[in-house]
């Protein structure tokens, strides 16, 4: 398996929207490998394809304190929602940066496996919120932008100043 290079915000390339996935294919298979240990390795609990400039309906998810129940959803989509609930959201992609954000509280979501046979799954609380993130990015949406434009302004720069104080 392949450690992927997760692309930062504001790289233009998080914008790009996710094209659907045809086919499961050994590559969409092998490209979600990769992500899970991607996102094992960067000690993440999801991760879009967006997120390693592959840009297909693909994400990968693990919630679990165990880190042993990865779910892959391919062509995900969300065909009913309830409730409403405050979650503080961090990003692989905004290392570092922390903010509520107001998402549906219960999901369904419709979704292929790796399999290539489709499913339906109920989810709710934390694994609710991480499919909703996730999914944002497959449309080119990052968390931070449900925010106010002075507070992404302030997140912009702090990313900005953490990128000048690492170079050399």
């Known amino acids: 398996m392949t450690i992927l290079k997760i692309l930062q915000y504001p790289d233009e390339r998080l914008h790009k929207v996710a094209a659907p996935i045809s086919v499961v294919t ?8 990769d992500m899970a240990e991607t996102m094992y390795t960067a000690n993440g609990i999801g991760l879009a394809a967006t997120q390693v400039d ?23 989509e969300i065909i009913a929602v309830k409730g409403e609930s405050d979650y503080q959201e961090g990003c692989l992609s905004v290392p570092g940066i922390f903010e509520k954000i107001k998402r549906a509280e219960n999901i369904t979501i419709r ?3 790796l399999d290539g046979n489709l499913f339906e799954l109920d989810a709710d609380g934390l694994f609710a ?3 909703q993130h996730e999914m944002d990015h497959l449309m080119g949406r990052v968390f931070i932008e ?23």
């Open 146 to 168: 449900y925010l106010s434009q002075l507070k992404q302004s302030r997140i912009r720069s702090k990313l900005k100043k953490r990128q000048r104080d690492v170079k050399p």
């Open 111 to 113: 979704a292929t496996g």
């Open 129 to 131: 919120v991480c499919i």
């Open 54 to 76: 592959a840009h297909q309906r693909l994400i990968v998810i693990d919630v679990s304190d165990t880190r042993d129940q990865l779910h892959v959803f391919i062509n995900p």
């Open 26 to 33: 050994d590559e969409i298979r092998l490209l979600a490998q």
